[in-house]
């Protein structure tokens, strides 16, 4: 999924760079959407379990897979590492028509959502029972692991849980020196290795994380925490502005496919919500 929040700084740059991704003014949008037929092009990153990677291991590859497969038409990927620039990089210079995972920006179109899904707390197992929200005082001596930036980090400030005791990672790790496939998965083995208590993290990815992990831990989604700053999110894919028939196509993939799709994420162990209420999807009718 897209986390950065930095993709573009201005209303100007945003409208040169949707310039150089084929969008169109408003008296041309009547021609077709410069989207590869023949071909689904996807960019993605090649090491961000269990998202994507370059092997097809991530629920996102296997569900890009599965708009390929409903299309009839060949998968192909564009790789880039996520970071500041990806979307500008990939989609808006026109190498690939479609982002499987975000939640939206000022440069990208998102589709339809198909699922939502929630930043959790993850803590060795049984060591805080029944913990259900981050003002439980039992967070107020413990060591808690979070990505700078991310929307839980202004909900621990507000209850001056931010001090001596978080330890903020930063939101990207490049060069030799990363020691991780990615930043969450530094969290959890920190978590693993007990030099922190409490991790709080994007849920899609610290559940498959917390269960590779090899050590027993409890994933709470964060589901009663006030309106703001947002700790629940729509996922959606990601085309380009205007290319309005190729949204309306994918909107149909969406919802045919819908149960593979919601297969597949549950055997990724990303925690489910249903649609308008904060509560765990239920798809026991499936």
Request: hydrophobic share 40%.
């Amino acid at each position: 999924m897209i986390r950065s929040s930095s993709f573009v700084s201005t209303a100007a740059a945003a409208a040169l760079l949707l310039v150089s991704a084929g969008a169109r003014p408003v008296a041309a949008q009547h021609l077709p959407d410069l989207v590869t037929q023949d071909v689904l092009r996807v960019c993605s990153d090649p090491a961000n379990m269990p998202f994507s990677e370059r092997k097809g291991d991530g629920f996102e590859n296997r569900i890009a897979q599965i708009v390929a497969d409903e299309l009839k038409v060949k998968l192909r990927y564009y790789w880039l590492t996520q970071g500041p620039g990806f979307v500008r990089n990939t989609l808006g210079t026109g190498l690939c028509d479609l982002i499987i995972g975000t939640s939206g920006g000022e440069i990208i179109q998102p589709t339809n959502p198909y699922y939502r899904s929630a930043y959790v707390l993850v803590a060795r197992k049984g060591e805080l029972p029944d913990i259900k929200a981050l003002d439980d005082p039992r967070l107020a001596d413990k060591q808690i692991g979070i990505i700078a930036g991310t929307p839980p980090y202004g909900r621990l400030s507000e209850l001056k849980l931010v001090g001596e005791r978080t330890h903020p990672y930063a939101p990207y790790a490049f060069g030799p020196e990363r020691k991780h496939q990615t930043v969450a998965a530094e969290v959890i083995a920190d978590l693993a290795d007990k030099k922190i208590d409490v991790a709080i993290l994007w849920g899609p990815a610290a559940g498959w994380l917390a269960k590779q992990s090899g050590v027993p831990m409890d994933v709470v989604p964060l589901l009663n925490e006030p309106g703001r700053p947002a700790l629940t999110f729509r996922v959606s894919m990601g085309v380009r502005h205007n290319e309005n028939d190729w949204k309306r196509t994918l909107n149909s993939v969406l919802r045919k496919r819908r149960a593979d799709i919601e297969k597949v994420l549950k055997e990724y162990d990303v925690p489910l919500l249903a649609e308008e209420e904060n509560k765990p999807l239920d798809t026991s009718d499936e």
